[in-house]
């Protein structure tokens, strides 16, 4: 059964950086690609980045290309968002998602699942 525990929320200030992790278990980590959503309050659930499993290809939403990065540690079964520059519009929970095809490299921001509970990002400006 998959597990994610996604970490390292907080309220910064606006031009701040955060890191988050996102903590898996219940499956093979490094067979399946990666990937960050993030949901505003009364906003729908909108991708971020996405990682392949040996973390040598990302891909990220045009708001945050140049600011984020995202990466993967197979060896501890954790991926991270790095987010530098943050500004107030980055204000969401923020939740790490599983590709639901093994293998795979989804171009479909669909094609992700098994969402951790989130954690909280505040940017104040």
């Known amino acids: 059964q998959v597990h994610l525990i996604e970490s390292g929320g907080g309220l910064v200030q606006a031009g701040g950086s955060l890191r988050l992790s996102c903590a898996a278990s219940?499956?093979?980590?490094?067979?399946?690609?990666m990937a960050w959503f993030r949901q505003a309050p009364g906003m729908e659930r909108l991708f971020v980045a996405a990682?392949?499993?040996?973390?040598?290809?990302?891909r990220y939403a045009d708001s945050v290309k140049g600011r984020f990065t995202i990466s993967r540690d197979n060896a501890g079964n954790t991926v991270y968002l790095q987010m530098n520059s943050l500004k107030p519009e980055d204000t969401a929970v923020y939740y790490c998602?599983?590709?639901?095809?093994?293998?795979?490299?989804?171009?479909?921001?669909?094609?992700?699942?098994?969402w951790g509970q989130g954690t909280q990002v505040i940017i104040a400006s």
């Open positions: 990682v392949n499993r040996g973390g040598d290809t990302k």
């Open positions: 998602a599983v590709a639901m095809s093994r293998w795979s490299w989804p171009a479909d921001n669909g094609a992700f699942g098994s």
């Open positions: 219940g499956y093979t980590f490094s067979d399946y690609a």
